[in-house]
């Protein structure tokens, strides 16, 4: 029976540790672009999980395509919009409190902010610009040789064929996705999870190996979410992999893998 029902058993620790010492580790687009996104500590547990499994990590193209088309817009956008929240705030202190502009206070209150954000920019952000970026040159040297085939234009209207077929019936993944092709002329970024998932299951046969994919997702077109609760990776998905591929599939979250490693 285990077997005729394997893709519904969530595998032990024992399978899980198996497969943490044995499998490929793939990473989705946001993964590699929360690199700009977090703290010095979270980045360099990061990059230092990257560097461990070296000889065992692997991106579809369509990662790398979709975190080069995506870099420039994350570098320092969060410390630029976080100077014009500290001016709302500050606007909203002067009108609560009834203070001006003028007065001591208001300027006392700047100056703390400021000096805060300045100081989490300084000790936090290894990008000052797109021309600068200290974390492309490490993702291209710790990728090298380990990104996919782009895919053909055969293949790839392929696949967006049988995407409309699977997100009419909800088929996993990327069918939360689909409003994103709405009045564009380029929708890849609609069936992009669907082309990753084709690829991570193309290099699986063809490498005989098993699969970890780390994903920042949390949408349940990609993990079984039962009563709020994330169990696992879609039931489909493992089902659809281990059919075609003959090897195990597992899941983690971008906070679980550093937690793991």
Not at 89 to 96: L, P, V, Y
């Amino acid at each position: 029976m285990r077997n005729a029902i394997k893709e519904f058993i969530e595998p032990s620790d024992y399978e899980k540790h198996n497969l943490w010492e044995n499998a490929i580790f793939v990473f989705d687009t946001n993964v590699l672009l929360n690199l700009y996104r977090y703290s010095a500590k979270t980045r360099n547990s990061l990059l230092d999980a990257f560097e461990s499994f070296k000889d065992r990590i692997w991106i579809p193209y369509q990662v790398a395509y979709e975190y080069m088309n995506k870099r420039c817009e994350v570098t320092v956008q969060r410390y630029e919009q976080f100077k014009k929240e500290i001016d709302a705030f500050t606007s909203k202190a002067i009108e609560t409190l009834r203070l001006t502009q003028s007065d001591e206070e208001v300027s006392e209150l700047k100056r703390y902010l400021f000096k805060w954000l300045d100081s989490n920019k300084d000790r936090n952000l290894l990008v000052l610009s797109a021309e600068q970026d200290e974390i492309l040159n490490k993702i291209l040297t710790i990728f090298e040789g380990r990104v996919g085939e782009k895919v053909s234009d055969d293949e790839l209207l392929a696949i967006k064929e049988e995407g409309k077929k699977r997100y009419e019936k909800s088929i996993p993944p990327g069918y939360k996705d689909d409003k994103k092709k709405k009045d564009k002329e380029d929708d890849n970024n609609a069936y992009g999870d669907l082309i990753i998932w084709k690829q991570i299951i193309k290099y699986a046969k063809a490498t005989s190996k098993g699969i970890i994919y780390v994903t920042h997702d949390q949408k349940e077109d990609w993990w079984n979410i039962v009563k709020g609760k994330t169990i696992g990776p879609r039931i489909e998905l493992r089902k659809e992999f281990m059919t075609e591929t003959q090897q195990e599939f597992h899941m983690y979250s971008m906070h679980s893998f550093i937690s793991t490693y």
